[in-house]
């Protein structure tokens, strides 16, 4: 391709932060870069477009098409065309079309994640990690946990003194916060 192709930019771009550099035509009644004066960029004209050869091919220099079905192979020559796979397969026919373009030796443009693993594997399962505090290490076993629980409640545990004494107290109720129907 073109590697000199020139890069034209929007006017102010380069002072104002808010304005991008993507080109938009000048057309300010007293811009400079609108009039050509000398030291401000030029403007996009008919000169300065790629070669009829080159124009619309892929960096590769091969053609580019979008296949979209096996129907769409038939014609194609992979050492003048590249195939970039259409952005509405599902993961089913991209792989069935991935897999006979391959065997037609077509580059492709857009290939995608080779081979996605299966969700839920045991590697994957092996590796994770809690993400709560609440929740157990893979390392703890059950009976390492419900032993934590028997010795947490035994240590709980009252006795019947303090038990009589919770159950004579009288308890306090808010004059506020009854409910008047």
Do not use: C, Y
């Amino acid at each position: 391709m073109n590697s000199s192709k020139h890069r034209f930019k929007r006017q102010e771009s380069w002072r104002l932060k808010r304005v991008s550099e993507a080109w938009r035509r000048p057309r300010g009644v007293t811009s400079r870069m609108r009039k050509e004066k000398a030291g401000w960029p030029q403007k996009v004209k008919n000169g300065f477009g790629s070669a009829a050869a080159t124009r619309g091919l892929h960096p590769s220099k091969l053609i580019e098409r979008r296949l979209e079905r096996l129907s769409d192979l038939e014609g194609l020559d992979p050492k003048h065309h590249i195939i970039r796979l259409s952005a509405r397969l599902g993961e089913r026919k991209r792989l069935l079309l991935l897999e006979r373009v391959r065997q037609l030796n077509f580059h492709i443009a857009n290939p995608g994640k080779e081979e996605a693993q299966p969700v839920g594997t045991e590697q994957e399962t092996e590796k994770r990690t809690p993400s709560r505090p609440h929740e157990t290490s893979p390392s703890k076993t059950l009976e390492a946990v419900s032993a934590e629980e028997t010795s947490a409640d035994s240590s709980e545990k009252r006795s019947p003194e303090t038990l009589e004494e919770t159950a004579t107290e009288p308890v306090e109720e808010d004059e506020g916060s009854e409910d008047e129907s």
